[in-house]
């Protein structure tokens, strides 16, 4: 009985009843929001010696022994240290929160240790410890150790630098160095003496904080008051038989056209010529970058473009000033070449209703003045509204059709090996009726007004058969969507066809 009512003088007089009260207050509340588990370890930690002590000294007390006295001390500091990172810990993770103030968690840190050894010595003083030999002691001890540790302390002091000032913060892009080999990566976490960088290589790199206060560091894609975003240059050469304005033209409107992920909308995308070497132009696209951990997949997509640009547009990237072609382009080769072309591209009128009511004459003239323009993936094909009097022809690949009403854009159809699109632009002048943008690589070919105009010249009840064609196709597909009953469909199939044929003749000037 004895120990139990020295064991209570005990507790009362170390205020234990009050730390592990603060202790079950803020315990549980900090665990449930997730926050500072290690932090809560040590104060539990602390807080289990707090008792061990209490026992011990009770013990020693109640069997009349003057060793309670070597526990009592420590009983209390470990009580103290305990109560106040408990408190602290609650004031960080719960009650500054909610008040929308954010400190850095080197300053927690900082604080909650010159609280604790505040508390420590406060105590230790009040429990009748001479401090006075031990400061004494200290001060020598601490020049030592200052210079033994001076590169430890100034990571200390970098790091307290870099999370009071917000320089650097978790989460931005840094390069340390000016040099594209040097660290590069993404900051994820800034420690007393170090800050973890990850890199796109998956490395995580240890800098020490000093290293990074006296280092020159570039955090990209940061810029007040705007979004992240990174200014990557893609460069390329065009041989200068091609005007550079007809270049940066091409190359400039496909790239802000197509539909590529991580490219900002804002600022645009724009084309530059950079220097002039001896055999060509040295061109670059300038574009920003969303997501700054996907730079080099993003790169390849706008190289991408440019080259199908380019191919389209029929101007070839320039080749060395000293290069030597050993194969002699006789006039067979060169023959054998074109047949080849030729037999491709009638393959492909081939398998294409729209130009069945034609001769194989016909088809082969027609053959010879089609185009190839292939493009990349998520490149616009053709865009709704826009004027283009000629008819793509799609060999190979994968296209989604969508219309917008000004407000939403949706999706109408998709186009695969084989397909159209374009035939109205193409022999009646009108606008493009919906947006056909690429979903993978597309080979095509474009087919324009001046080519078919020489056929249809030589043959002109040729307009009346592919008006029938297409006034068959667009009825057939609206009868499915409306559900019309054959003589409906039959009589508007009559009615557009002599509409069609109208504004075919109008637009090819036969009339």
Known sequence: MLFFETLANEALEARTLWILGGLLFAVPLVRRLGHDQPRLKAIIVFAFLHVISLLVSAGFEAAGSTFDNFFRTPCWVFGGVSFVGAMATLLFTVVLPRVKLAVPQIVQDVSVALLSIIAAVTVAGRAGVNLSGLIATSAVLTAVLGFSLQDTIANIAGGLGLQTDNSIEVGDWIRIGTQPTDINGRVVRIRWRYTAIETRNWETVLVPNRVLMNSSVMVLGRRGGQPQQWRRWVYFHVDFRFQPGDVIDVVQSAVRGAKIERLAKDPQANCVMMDMAESYGRYAVRYWLTDLAADDPTDSEVRQVIFFALERAGMKPA?????????????????????????????????????????????????????????????????????????????????????????????????????????????????????????????????????????????????????????????????????????????????????????????????
């Open 319 to 511: 080749l060395p000033a000293h290069a030597v072609f050993l194969t002699q382009e006789t006039e067979d080769r060169q023959a054998i070449k074109t047949q080849k072309q030729l037999a491709r591209r009638r393959r492909v009128l081939e398998v294409m209703p729209l130009f069945a009511p034609l001769s194989d004459e016909e088809k082969q003239e027609l053959a010879r003045g089609m185009k190839y323009a292939p493009f990349a993936r998520g490149e616009v094909m053709t865009r709704q509204g826009s004027e283009a009097h000629w008819l793509y022809l799609l060999e190979e690949g994968r296209a989604s059709v969508k219309v917008s009403d000004g407000v939403t854009e949706r999706e109408v159809a998709k186009l695969s090996d084989g397909s159209f699109f374009g035939e109205m632009s193409l022999l009646t002048g009108e606008p493009r009726s919906a947006t056909v943008i690429a979903e993978s690589e597309v080979e095509c070919f474009r087919l324009d007004k001046v080519t078919f105009q020489r056929v249809i010249e030589k043959r002109p009840e040729l307009m009346e058969q592919v008006a029938t064609l297409l006034a068959k196709r667009r009825v057939e597909l609206q009868a499915a969507r409306e559900g019309l009953d054959a003589d409906t469909a039959k009589a508007r199939q009559r009615s557009d066809e002599v509409d069609l044929l109208e504004r075919m003749k109008r637009f090819f000037g036969l009339n």
